[in-house]
């Protein structure tokens, strides 16, 4: 396998190389612009963009947090983890998820949390694989 860097993006101009691969998982996501305006509006409160390069191009992406609060202390907050179609089964998204590990520990945070869609049972196996635990149920209601 070639060889995988991780870097996390600081800089707006990076979007368009991570947006196609972001896409993957948030199709309502349909335009740059839109990724733009999303990430101008929340880094401030601490988003941040983990990204897997494989022979120069971006494969894979997390979006994450540092957060704390009295449910679970001081934890990431996994907003995204994606890898591009072409590339899933070989390893990747374990790669990325030990790097949001050593972020969280590093950052004294206690745990990962994460939320995932109950009609997602192909990444609810990959997150048992990778040690998280569903440990709660969201509940939401949509605003007009």
Same mark, same amino acid.
């Given at each position: ?13 990076? %979007?368009? $190389? ?19 305006? =999303? ?7 601490? *988003? $941040?963009?983990?990204?897997? !390069? ?20 001081? =934890? %990431? *907050?996994? !907003?995204?983890?994606? &890898? ?9 998204? !374990?790669?990325?998820?030990?790097? &949001? $590990?050593?972020?969280? !520990?590093?950052?004294? &945070? ?7 869609? %109950?009609?997602?049972? %192909?990444?609810?196996?990959? *997150? *048992?694989?990778?040690?998280?635990l569903a440990s709660s149920l969201r509940f939401q209601q949509v605003l007009a």
């Amino acid at each position: 396998m070639d060889q995988l860097v991780f870097s996390e993006m600081t800089e707006a101009s990076a %979007l368009p $190389r991570v947006f196609p691969v972001l896409q993957q998982l948030r199709p309502a996501l349909t335009s740059l612009e839109q990724l733009e305006a =999303y990430w101008q509006r929340v880094r401030p409160a601490g *988003y $941040r963009l983990l990204t897997v !390069e494989k022979a120069g191009e971006v494969v894979a992406v997390a979006s994450f947090r540092i957060q704390e609060n009295l449910v679970h202390g001081r =934890y %990431l *907050y996994l !907003e995204d983890l994606v &890898c591009d179609a072409t590339v899933r089964r070989l390893g990747i998204g !374990e790669a990325i998820m030990q790097q &949001c $590990r050593m972020i969280a !520990e590093t950052s004294g &945070c206690a745990k990962i949390v994460l939320d995932t869609g %109950l009609n997602n049972p %192909l990444a609810h196996r990959f *997150y *048992y694989r990778q040690g998280l635990l569903a440990s709660s149920l969201r509940f939401q209601q949509v605003l007009a």
